[in-house]
């Protein structure tokens, strides 16, 4: 039984592994899918220290360098279940095996949320303006999303795109004012406030949008051959039990020292209830919890 | 590693080989790429003398891009006698590249 299971691969789950190993803890990390979690996606990161213009995935490697090196385990697999047993816990996974360990660190982050509309699966729909911008130079695209990914993604495909447009389902953006600046100098984007996307049409890809007004409902066809939706995360925490409390939008509740309703789950990182979602603070959460974890086992 | 084809290349190392290709079209900056990458490499070595394996920069190769009508990085296609035969479009794990390969290629 290991002293800590570790869900999620991201920078709350792999710098809780360094501090556990540093605290000569056991510990498994269990990754779904991607080591390095939503920062791999960042092409450069500026505001984590001594990390200055930094690619997200080479920041993410680091991470799990260390906590590799200092002697954590490291396992792919999808966590399913959750359960109490004597001594601790049993996480089982999607192939049906299980790994136990006295206390477990949740932080599966959040995973990105999509649109939902007929179409969505068309060819010309993207996620990713860095990875697949360059297909549509010369024509025109739209982004879909009112944050920071959202007017990243506008700036970076005005440069490539004969015509931008951005569509937001508010009056006002979240993203910062400094993107947005930057934005307005970029004499092919427009932008669409309070417009949200009902349907994407195409035969065997992307040749419109429709738009729905949020306030007369009225319909219109915007012609775009490509789609870069970026619309903020959720997080995925539906498979866990109900003794772990969450609130309305799905986040686990849980303060500083991570410590979630379930005595011997801690939360760390995007997941949990908090104010500010960077790397930055899912490493400090993922610290946190290993105090915490060592208080639980009475180690402190 | 796949050697990188480029236009000048493409028709002697993809169309006209011998045996089947498996062409990937990726981007600089693309996170799904570079985590494919390892696993091409990999297929590569395990597929050897059964089906080449070669990756096309598509920020440098758009002609290529436009023929093939490339909207995803990456986007995998296999090319059997000088023809595509079947494509794979966004990230996808190893198990489903061997199964797919194995499908279309063997």
């Keep these: 039984m290991y002293d800590v299971i570790i869900v999620g691969g991201g920078p709350a789950g792999l710098t809780a592994a360094i501090y556990a190993r540093r605290s000569a803890l056991s510990a498994l990390v269990l990754e779904r899918e991607d080591w390095g979690g939503a920062i791999v996606n960042a092409a450069q990161v500026d505001n984590y220290p001594g990390a200055f213009q930094k690619s997200g995935f080479g920041l993410a490697e680091s991470f799990r360098t260390q906590a590799e090196a200092l002697g954590a385990e490291m396992r792919e697999g999808s966590a399913v279940q959750l359960?109490?047993?004597n001594g601790g816990?049993?996480?089982?996974?999607?192939?049906s095996s299980a790994v136990r360990g006295k206390t477990v660190i949740l932080a599966m982050g959040t995973q990105r949320t999509t649109l939902d509309v007929p179409g969505e699966d068309l060819p010309g729909v993207s996620y990713c303006a860095t990875c697949d911008g360059t297909f549509f130079r010369g024509r025109t695209v739209c982004v879909v999303g009112g944050g920071d990914g959202a007017v990243d993604a506008a700036r970076l495909l005005a440069r490539l795109a004969a015509k931008v447009y951005l569509i937001h389902r508010r009056e006002t953006f979240r993203a910062a004012q400094s993107g947005l600046r930057q934005l307005e100098d970029c004499?092919?984007?427009?932008?669409?406030?309070?417009?949200?996307v009902?349907?994407?049409v195409g035969s065997d890809r992307v040749s419109t949008v429709i738009l729905e007004d949020v306030h007369s409902r009225a319909h219109r066809?915007?012609?775009?051959?490509?789609?870069?939706v970026s619309i903020g995360s959720r997080p995925n925490t539906s498979w866990l039990p109900k003794a772990i409390g969450r609130d309305a939008a799905g986040y686990l509740v849980a303060s500083e020292d991570g410590a979630t309703s379930l005595p011997g789950v801690f939360a760390a990182g995007d997941l949990r209830t908090k104010a500010l979602r960077q790397v930055v603070t899912a490493a400090a959460d993922g610290a946190a919890c290993i105090r915490s974890v060592e208080a639980y086992l009475g180690r402190l | 590693m796949p050697e990188k084809v480029g236009t000048d290349t493409f028709r002697a190392q993809v169309l006209e080989a011998q045996r089947p290709v498996v062409a990937e079209f990726y981007a600089d900056g693309c996170v799904p790429c570079r985590r494919l990458a390892p696993i091409l490499s990999a297929l590569e070595e395990e597929y050897a003398g059964k089906v080449d394996f070669v990756k096309i920069n598509t920020g440098a190769n758009e002609a290529l891009t436009q023929t093939y009508g490339i909207l995803a990085s990456p986007t995998l296609i296999l090319f059997r006698d000088g023809a595509e035969q079947a494509r794979l479009r966004g990230a996808v794990k190893k198990p489903e590249l061997i199964k797919w390969i194995g499908e279309q290629a063997l």
């Design chain 1, 198 to 200: 009902r349907e994407i």
């Design chain 1, 221 to 228: 066809e915007l012609p775009v051959e490509g789609v870069f």
């Design chain 1, 89 to 95: 816990f049993l996480l089982t996974l999607e192939d």
């Design chain 1, 83 to 85: 359960s109490k047993i």
């Design chain 1, 187 to 196: 004499p092919n984007v427009e932008i669409i406030p309070n417009a949200v």
